[in-house]
């Protein structure tokens, strides 16, 4: 197991439930260190430029426009095994297909308002954090 890094935003519906506080004891909870960490309430440009990947889907329009719609918070994480072990509490894209204990399955009220992004690969992990921390903002 390395110790990896790994990004994580609590999206505008998680910020509008207050559950940040939620999400940030799961993350305490599991022994994921914080690095990293600011709010931030994107422009389209931002939220099209973080999602790229996703440009040619047919959810990408809807997908950018809520992440814009209102306040996020977003966090590096450090831990072993982080990207899978995010992914693993975050739970399922669509809540309804989410484990119980997930944050998704707590919080999560739509596939597209699913409350937390984690990234999903070392590659897109390294992408991810460069595209909203410099380096003097993360804290090793
Ligand atoms: P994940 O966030 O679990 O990695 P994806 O990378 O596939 O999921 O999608 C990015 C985000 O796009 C999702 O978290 C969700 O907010 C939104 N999304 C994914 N699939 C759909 C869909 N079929 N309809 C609407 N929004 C979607
Ligand atoms: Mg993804």
Redesign the pocket.
């Known amino acids: 197991m390395a110790l990896e890094r790994t990004l994580t935003i609590i999206k505008p519906d998680g910020v509008e439930q207050n559950v940040i506080g939620d999400v940030i004891r799961a993350f305490e909870s599991q022994s994921f260190r914080i690095v990293a960490m600011k709010m931030l309430h994107l422009s389209k440009q931002q939220a099209e430029g973080f999602?790229a990947v996703?440009r040619d889907k047919k959810?990408f329009g809807?997908?950018t426009d809520?992440m814009c719609s209102g306040r996020i918070v977003v966090m590096a994480l450090e831990a072993e095994n982080a990207i899978e072990r995010l992914r693993t509490l975050?739970g399922a894209?669509n809540p309804a297909e989410a484990q119980p204990g997930t944050l998704r399955k707590q919080f999560a009220t739509s596939?597209?308002?699913?409350i937390i992004?984690?990234s999903?690969a070392p590659e897109t992990a390294a992408f991810e954090i460069s595209y909203f921390f410099g380096k003097m903002e993360i804290v090793g």
């Open positions: 999602y996703h959810f809807s997908l809520f975050m894209t596939i597209e308002r699913n992004h984690g999903d």
